[in-house]
């Protein structure tokens, strides 16, 4: 069974950082480009970065940009979101997931930043 576990949520004051992890496991994790994803109360969910397969090659939708880092380790099957600088308007649910054919979502790990 595909499972994606993450982790490292929290609250921190604006300004502040967070590390989040994503664990995988039931699958062939290096096959697979691996994305977070965000939903804050009231709207859709929506993507916030992604890593690739082969070349390691980065995504990062344009609000995150500067601020947050992904990075994957194949050999722990782990991806990791490093969040600095973190704003209110980053609170939200966080979930990893395959951004092609997504997994369960799960119940992600909550981000909250206050002001």
């Known amino acids: 069974e595909a499972q994606l576990v993450q982790s490292g949520g929290g609250l921190v004051q604006a300004g502040g950082s967070l590390r989040l992890s994503c664990a995988a496991s039931?699958?062939?994790?290096?096959?697979?480009?691996i994305g977070w994803f965000r939903q804050a109360p009231g709207k859709d969910r929506e993507g916030v970065s992604c890593?690739?397969?082969?070349?390691?090659?980065?995504y990062y939708e344009d609000s995150v940009k500067g601020r947050f880092t992904i990075s994957r380790d194949n050999a722990k099957n782990t991806v990791h979101l490093q969040m600095n600088s973190l704003k209110p308007e980053d609170t939200a649910v966080y979930y990893c997931?395959?951004?092609?054919?997504?997994?369960?979502w799960g119940q992600g790990t909550q981000v909250t930043v206050s002001s």
């Open positions: 890593i690739s397969v082969g070349d390691g090659s980065t």
């Open positions: 997931n395959t951004p092609i054919a997504p997994r369960s």
């Open positions: 039931g699958f062939t994790f290096d096959r697979y480009a």
